[in-house]
């Protein structure tokens, strides 16, 4: 198996509400938006983010379990600069997302950053990484 990631799709309890969120308040455009049951959204090339309906999620999985509740992840960000973090999260927040950690100095990495939770629950980190960089070729390097 190659070493990529093509789709990340998250149960989402309120559909609308996710929509609402990402394409209403904040301006993503959807690649995909099945009204009822997902909505997928491009965020990088060759990388999908959907949205998919918490029932349909179960569903699709088919073990008879409720495998829709999302724990001990988040999202990540990264912006050039301390100015761009406070803006998005005001964006955020305004859009119905709950700011957990107001934007500061983070304890790890050197970094500042903040806490959103969208409506969903889905934890987002907007951070500002002096050692962030991505190459010409899409490549990452950190430190």
């Given at each position: 198996?190659?070493?990529?990631?093509?789709?990340?799709?998250?149960?989402?309890?309120?559909?609308?509400?996710?929509?609402?969120?990402?394409?209403?308040?904040?301006?993503?455009?959807?690649?995909?938006?099945?009204?009822?049951?997902?909505?997928?959204?491009?965020?990088?090339?060759?990388?999908?983010?959907?949205?998919?309906?918490?029932?349909?999620?179960?569903?699709?999985?088919?073990?008879g379990a409720d495998r829709s509740t999302v724990s001990?992840?988040?999202?990540?960000?990264?912006?050039?600069?301390?100015?761009e973090v406070r803006s998005i999260v005001d964006s955020?927040?305004?859009?119905?997302?709950?700011?957990?950690?107001?934007?500061?100095?983070?304890?790890?990495?050197?970094?500042?950053?903040?806490?959103?939770?969208?409506p969903n629950g889905l934890i987002w980190e907007i951070?500002?990484?002096?050692?962030?960089?991505?190459?010409?070729?899409?490549?990452?390097?950190?430190?």
């Amino acid at each position: 198996m190659r070493q990529n990631l093509h789709f990340i799709t998250f149960a989402t309890a309120d559909l609308d509400a996710g929509r609402r969120f990402y394409a209403d308040a904040l301006g993503w455009r959807p690649l995909l938006d099945v009204p009822g049951e997902i909505i997928f959204f491009q965020v990088a090339p060759g990388m999908v983010f959907g949205l998919f309906d918490a029932a349909k999620f179960n569903e699709d999985l088919a073990d008879g379990a409720d495998r829709s509740t999302v724990s001990g992840v988040t999202l990540s960000h990264n912006v050039d600069s301390q100015d761009e973090v406070r803006s998005i999260v005001d964006s955020m927040e305004s859009a119905g997302g709950t700011v957990l950690k107001k934007p500061q100095p983070g304890a790890f990495g050197g970094i500042f950053h903040a806490h959103v939770r969208d409506p969903n629950g889905l934890i987002w980190e907007i951070a500002h990484n002096p050692g962030w960089h991505i190459g010409e070729d899409g490549t990452v390097s950190l430190g």
